[in-house]
């Protein structure tokens, strides 16, 4: 079993509309968890991170952990086409080593 | 001022040939990271060095050796390179707090012949 899985995509997704990309993770330790956006040929940057059970807000992102289901979210509100890239979840576990994701492509259409 | 540099950015060469990469960051972070990005975009991690001492070490043929001359500083090194090698290479670095993000460089795409 992967340690950390994600819908493989693509997700295509029209303009103003709300992209939800998910991730499971299977370390019960896992501690941290972050969402990198990766443009195609470019190095992954981070843009979100949650280190709480909950809901975390930063402008038109949101990311959802729900330690006891082993799952964690990322919602993007009012896609643009600038918003089209693969998002890579990224988990630390109780090992402390950082382990991603597959990765989630997704599209936005104008 | 590149918070996280890599050299070079592409880098072709023949099977068996050793080739080295290079990494600076000047955030001031303690720990760096060399990562593997495959064809599949799948990102793996390879080594971690914190403060020139080497603390994770990933299942990596013995082809591959970093070296830390210092903590700002991070090279990749690898002999007698074969096809399978093909991929991009990302260095990163992060705080000593082991639950702090990465920051990346802008990668090295190395393609082997």
């Known amino acids: 079993q992967k340690e950390v899985e994600q819908n493989s995509g693509p997700l295509s997704v029209p303009e103003g509309a709300i992209a939800s990309l998910n991730c499971t993770y299977s370390?019960?330790?896992?501690?941290?968890f972050f969402w990198y956006r990766q443009y195609s040929g470019k190095s992954p940057e981070l843009i979100m991170f949650?280190?709480?059970?909950g809901d975390k807000e930063d402008g038109r992102f949101t990311a959802q952990l729900n330690k006891a289901s082993q799952y964690v979210s990322l919602l993007i509100r009012d896609s643009q086409p600038s918003d089209s890239a693969t998002y890579l979840c990224?988990?630390?576990?109780?090992?402390?080593?950082?382990?991603f994701g597959a990765g989630t492509t997704v599209t936005v259409r104008a | 001022d590149t918070a996280v540099s890599q050299t070079p950015k592409y880098l072709v060469t023949q099977m068996g040939n050793d080739k080295s990469i290079k990494c600076e960051q000047n955030?001031?972070?303690?720990?760096m990271y060399w990562y593997k990005q495959d064809s599949k975009k799948f990102l793996k991690i390879m080594f971690s060095?914190?403060?020139?001492?080497?603390?994770i070490n990933e299942t990596v043929p013995n082809r591959f050796s970093p070296k830390s001359p210092d903590k700002a500083h991070l090279n990749l090194h690898i002999n007698s390179l074969e096809l399978g090698d093909s991929a991009v290479y990302f260095c990163?670095?992060?705080?000593?707090?082991?639950?702090?993000?990465?920051?990346f460089g802008n990668g090295t795409r190395l393609t082997v012949t």
């Open positions: 990163a670095s992060s705080t000593r707090d082991r639950n702090s993000p990465l920051h």
């Open positions: 955030l001031g972070h303690d720990t």
């Open positions: 949650i280190y709480s059970n």
């Open positions: 370390d019960r330790g896992s501690q941290s």
């Open positions: 990224a988990v630390i576990g109780g090992d402390y080593k950082l382990s």
């Open positions: 060095y914190n403060n020139k001492e080497l603390i």
